[in-house]
């Protein structure tokens, strides 16, 4: 399947796209970073969302990550999201909540070029590119409905330690809206848009 055949399939839906359909249809197409050149732009600090195709049930992005560049822990708060990995290996960690209200790192997975992984709503993780220097990393991502905007973690309250003195030690989930790029035309077509608002933290295991 081709990109534009993905967005016909898409486009035929008419709405939000369950999970299950999605990940299947973006498990389908057949991609290389030749397909998506003229898309894929690269941030010199941050990885780079770059929006190609925005409608009514669903957005289609190409991001780009330099060696060492992950996004913030996230969730897609309401949308389900499939990426497929179209050069280079993902890292991908996910996080639950514990009892107490924490998020903590339960698992890590790599996601080699072509693999394909989903996530829901309040599914938590973080996205990067921990390739050695030179290596990059492209992903395709399809989330629908659109994605308005997805709460972000961060890791590294501070608390009180035995001896009195304040420690950033623990890790605790803070939502925050972060808002994701809308194309100048609600069409297809290409735009960049870079979530170098925040620089994402750094795992504490």
């Not at 993902?90 to 890590?108: C, K, N």
Request: charged share 25%; proline share 6%; net charge positive.
């Amino acid at each position: 399947m081709t990109l534009k055949e993905l967005f016909d399939e898409l486009d035929a839906v008419g709405g939000p796209i369950p999970l299950a359909r999605l990940r299947g249809l973006v498990r389908r197409v057949r991609l290389t970073r030749r397909d998506v050149a003229s898309r894929a732009r690269f941030g010199p600090h941050c990885y780079r969302r770059n929006l190609i195709r925005s409608m009514p049930g669903y957005q289609a992005l190409v991001l780009c990550w330099r060696s060492g560049q992950r996004s913030p822990v996230h969730d897609h708060n309401g949308s389900a999201c499939a990426v497929r990995v179209i050069e280079g290996v993902a890292t991908e960690v996910l996080f639950d909540r514990s009892a107490a209200g924490l998020i903590y790192p339960s698992r890590t997975n790599e996601h080699r070029t072509g693999s394909v992984c989903a996530s829901f709503d309040s599914d938590m993780h973080q996205m990067g590119n921990l390739q050695p220097p030179g290596e990059d990393l492209i992903t395709l991502h399809i989330y629908s409905p659109p994605l308005v905007a997805m709460r972000t973690y961060f890791l590294g309250d501070s608390v009180t330690g035995e001896d009195g003195r304040v420690r950033v030690a623990a890790i605790r989930a803070r939502a925050v809206s972060w808002r994701s790029a809308v194309p100048s035309r609600a069409s297809a077509g290409s735009s960049r848009a870079s979530s170098g608002r925040r620089r994402a933290p750094a795992l504490t295991r």
